[in-house]
């Protein structure tokens, strides 16, 4: 098969080299990709939106299966697109089609369809602009600290957690009335706070039936004991070790089994993988998010413990038939670190060179914000690299990532030196 994978990021890289192992595979592009698709796939310029574009690529390369990385893509209907099209409608997609993507374009919808389905999640209500002033009453009927969330798509910055109730409502207002997200904070969804620790449930499903995959955690924050601003993702680890058996059973049986019969049951086309955004509160898993792709850094940490062929299970998903596939996983456990640009997650520089990778042993360099420029490697993004490893205990898998990334260097790198310091 030939294979297009769309998107830039260290996801799309971990995706690329899973899908280049695979024997079915017989040639493979990223677009735009970067410097680490590079070595093993022919990235090709062009934007994850640019259907026009994509739909050139696909017939000029005859392209069987596209995998589709980012959200933006999903949520704009490039599934739909492909489907609507005669000349495209015989190409897989890997993603879900647009009625479904609205799980992660937005969060009222998200919202509506957890209590109608009965999974369980926080409280809320959403207002607009012109609604403001019953969101200050709803904000005044809460505990603090105090949950805004920007409705539509904001590149993973569009949720505020507060402690102070009157700057809760000064943020709802610069988020309702000076449009502080533009378009995406539209309309606001306020939240009760959960209190109690994060993780990651990934569930692959070809509309009918499910598999999941491994838990992850990722560490949000830029700063070490998970302070400061929130960032895409600063490290992750798989698996959870608190999720107990009895616990992914309870997630199982609560949330994932009535997420896969509420898009059956809503008409919601869904072909990939559902990224559920969970918090456990005492012993019970209650849903954050969902998202519609895979998320990024755990891609970098679940991927690497897969042991059947991606591209085996993708094709699977597209001829629904995936209750013929049997998954296996490696029993290790898998790290990653992110190294990012000085200054991220505000304003940062581009164009470092990169040293070292030459140096790496047992472990995965995924490049993310890095390109190819005259011949070197060069950061291009506020997250640069992620560096995954094996280890029988997640201890001694981050312990190897932290030895590895000793050996690199670029101009004002940053990383946080605490993944998994809190298990």
């Not at 993603?95 to 209590?115: V, W």
């Not at 959960?194 to 924050?221: M, N, Q």
């Not at 918090?279 to 954050?288: C, S």
Request: proline share 4%; with cysteine; net charge negative.
């Amino acid at each position: 098969m030939t294979i297009l994978i769309l998107g830039s990021g260290g996801r799309e890289h971990t995706f690329a080299w899973k899908t280049a192992q695979s024997p079915l595979c017989k040639k493979l592009f990223v677009a735009p990709g970067n410097s680490g698709t590079a070595a093993i796939a022919t990235n090709v310029n062009i934007s994850v939106t640019d259907f026009e574009a994509i739909k050139a690529l696909v017939l000029k390369e005859n392209i069987d299966m596209v995998v589709v990385g980012p959200e933006d893509p999903l949520v704009q209907g490039i599934h739909d697109a492909f489907l609507n099209d005669d000349q495209l409608k015989h190409v897989d997609v890997i993603g879900p089609q647009k009625a479904a993507a609205e799980l992660e374009g937005s969060k009222e919808f998200a919202k509506e369809f957890l209590f109608r389905h009965h999974i369980p999640t926080a409280a809320y209500q959403s207002f607009d602009a012109t609604t403001v002033n019953e969101g200050y009453a709803f904000l005044e009927t809460l505990n603090p600290p105090y949950v805004l969330k920007a409705d539509g798509l904001a590149a993973g910055k569009g949720v505020l957690i507060l402690n102070d109730l009157d700057e809760a409502k000064a943020e709802l207002k610069h988020m309702l009335v000076d449009a502080k997200f533009g378009d995406a904070s539209s309309k606001v969804v306020i939240e009760e706070f959960l209190d109690g620790i994060e993780l990651s449930c990934f569930v692959l499903t070809d509309g009918k039936h499910y598999k999941i995959l491994p838990t992850a955690k990722d560490y949000k924050r830029i700063g070490e004991g998970d302070k400061g601003l929130n960032t895409g993702g600063m490290g992750a680890v798989s698996p959870v070790p608190f999720a107990t058996d009895a616990f992914l059973n309870k997630i199982e049986e609560r949330i994932v089994k009535p997420t896969i019969n509420g898009l059956q049951k809503d008409n919601l086309p869904y072909k990939g993988f559902v990224f559920i955004g969970l918090i456990k509160v005492g012993d019970d898993p209650k849903v954050i998010e969902y998202n519609v792709r895979m998320g990024d850094p755990e891609t970098e940490v679940v991927l690497p413990r897969l042991k059947t062929d991606l591209v085996k299970i993708f094709k699977a998903i597209a001829d629904e038939r995936l209750n013929e596939i049997d998954i296996e996983i490696d029993e290790r456990a898998a790290t990653t670190v992110m190294l990012v640009s000085g200054g991220y997650p505000e304003a940062y520089e581009k164009g470092k060179e990169i040293t070292g990778l030459q140096h790496i042993e047992d472990s995965i360099p995924f490049h993310a914000g890095a390109s190819l420029k005259d011949g070197k490697i060069v950061t291009s993004g506020g997250r640069v690299m992620a560096i995954t490893s094996y280890g029988d205990t997640y201890q001694e898998a981050i312990k190897k990532s932290y030895q590895n990334i000793a050996k690199l260097h670029f101009d004002k790198m940053n990383y946080r030196k605490d993944i998994g310091f809190d298990l």
